[in-house]
């Protein structure tokens, strides 16, 4: 069982740049394809970005392509979300979580495993 660990989260002002982190223990890292949601106070969780188990693979929202890059390293067991030219509206909880399989993760129902969740806060 994956169990993915999110780290980076802070404030930041319109137009900065943070990385989120996203550490997974338990588990084969590598079986599992990975993504990025974000649910912000009163909306539901929306996917932001994926990836398949070797990172060849990656798929983004419309809403953060361009600005945000996922990426993963499987010696580190770890998966990454450089987050670039950061909105007011990119304020959310950021959680990561792990693919029922080695398919680039691209939308809830393909998860299986969730982190708790990192707060991410830009400021106009």
């Known amino acids: 069982q994956v169990r993915p660990v999110e780290s980076g989260g802070g404030l930041v002002q319109a137009g900065g740049s943070l990385r989120l982190s996203c550490a997974a223990s338990?588990?084969?890292?590598?079986?599992?394809?990975m993504g990025w949601f974000r649910q912000a106070p009163g909306k539901e969780r929306e996917f932001v970005a994926g990836?398949?188990?070797?990172?060849?693979?990656?798929r983004y929202a419309d809403s953060v392509k361009g600005r945000f890059t996922i990426s993963r390293d499987n010696a580190k067991n770890t998966v990454y979300l450089q987050m670039n030219s950061l909105k007011p509206e990119d304020t959310a909880v950021y959680y990561c979580?792990?693919?029922?399989?080695?398919?680039?993760?691209?939308?809830?129902?393909?998860?299986?495993?969730w982190g708790k969740g990192t707060l991410v806060t830009v400021s106009s």
């Open positions: 990836t398949n188990w070797s990172g060849g693979s990656t």
């Open positions: 979580a792990a693919g029922r399989n080695t398919g680039t993760v691209i939308d809830t129902a393909g998860v299986a495993f």
């Open positions: 338990g588990g084969t890292f590598s079986m599992h394809g």
